[in-house]
């Protein structure tokens, strides 16, 4: 009788490794799913930080062409304007100068 306790307690610590085996594993894969679907989470959301991250290059890079472009447009009719001046000015320095000549060939035919 004796005998039978002991296979029957040996049989039963037997069982209750097993369940706490099955247990164990049964842990370990529900915590392998879960850092699966972290490590997918982690990764779609670098995926939109990327994006996002790019987006913004993307921005800075138009407005800082849109700057450049300004400025040379600026620039631009700046220089346009200048010629302009520019061009009325020997215009009318070659006004001044022509009623100079005139003026002295006048006196000069004066006397």
Not at 36 to 46: G, M, P, S, T, V
Request: with cysteine; aromatic share 4%.
């Amino acid at each position: 009788m004796l005998i039978e306790q002991e296979k029957q307690k040996e049989i039963e610590k037997k069982l209750i490794a097993k369940e706490n085996l099955k247990k164990t594993l049964e842990e370990n894969e529900e915590n392998k799913k879960r850092q699966l679907e972290k490590n997918l989470r982690e990764r779609e959301d670098d995926k939109k930080a990327m994006e996002e991250y790019s987006k913004m290059l993307e921005k800075q890079e138009r407005e800082r062409n849109e700057y450049f472009k300004k400025c040379e447009d600026k620039q631009k009719f700046l220089m346009g304007r200048m010629k302009d001046t520019v061009i009325k000015d020997q215009e009318n320095n070659l006004i001044e100068e022509e009623l100079k000549i005139k003026k002295y060939q006048e006196e000069k035919e004066k006397r």
